[in-house]
T-cell receptor
Framework: GQNIDQPTEMTATEGAIVQINCTYQ??????LFWYQQHAGEAPTFLSY????GLEEKGRFSSFLSRSKGYSYLLLKELQMKDSASYLC????????????FGKGTKLSVIP | DTGVSQDPRHKITKRGQNVTFRCDPI?????LYWYRQTLGQGPEFLTY????????KSRLLSDRFSAERPKGSFSTLEIQRTEQGDSAMYLC????????????FGPGTRLTVL
């Protein structure tokens, strides 16, 4: 089976750094993906990790530890427009093409 | 890049009616997916096409749901005998072969079953 856990809500201050954690338990694993979803809109792809370590992409970075079943998304220099839900999704591969999504973490950025 | 488009954007129907949604993926993308999302939940996988072949369906997908991608381009998702529990946002996504998991989602069709 597949299980993805992430915090329901977080609040952070404009200009600060925030880390959104995700833990996963999957029957197979071939990658961890992060998506951003603004209210009423579709998800947009942000970042992914297949191997252990940190992937940096501008203000966004994502980290993966396969042995611990753990990932995080790091957002730096927060802006008001970063207020959104952040979805963690695991890709199992092995003949399956589906992503298993967590419920999302709603991030509120305050002045 | 025109992006993934979906039609209609909103659909209100009465319980028991049939509905059909259309998705036009990004033209170069040979992979097409349907997901469903309800409030406070992440998207839930429904089905996957590679070109015109439907290669994967969710085990949770009721027999009332059927999807097609007849010419490997656009896709349709039909729900027969709709139920109130079918109310959700239906998301279509497409991707290139290669990085499975990096999906381009369409704006979605919001279905309300009364």
């Amino acid at each position: 089976g597949q299980n993805i856990d992430q915090p329901t809500e977080m609040t952070a201050t404009e200009g600060a750094i925030v880390q959104i954690n995700c833990t996963y338990q999957t029957s197979g694993f071939n990658g961890l993906f992060w998506y951003q979803q603004h209210a009423g809109e579709a998800p947009t792809f942000l970042s992914y990790n297949v191997l252990d370590g940190l992937e940096e992409k501008g203000r966004f970075s994502s980290f993966l530890s396969r042995s611990k079943g753990y990932s995080y998304l790091l957002l730096k220099e927060l802006q008001m427009k970063d207020s959104a839900s952040y979805l963690c999704a695991a890709y199992s591969g092995a003949g399956s093409y589906q992503l298993t999504f967590g419920k999302g973490t709603k991030l509120s950025v305050i002045p | 890049d025109t992006g993934v488009s979906q039609d209609p954007r909103h659909k209100i129907t009465k319980r028991g009616q049939n509905v059909t949604f259309r998705c036009d993926p990004i033209s170069e993308h040979n992979r097409l997916y349907w997901y469903r999302q309800t409030l406070g939940q992440g998207p839930e996988f429904l089905t996957y096409f590679q070109n015109e072949a439907q290669l994967e369906k969710s085990r949770l997908l009721s027999d009332r749901f059927s999807a097609e991608r007849p010419k490997g381009s656009f896709s349709t998702l039909e729900i027969q005998r709709t139920e109130q529990g079918d109310s959700a946002m239906y998301l279509c996504a497409s991707s290139l072969a290669g990085l499975a998991g990096a999906l381009s989602f369409g704006p979605g069709t919001r279905l309300t079953v009364l």
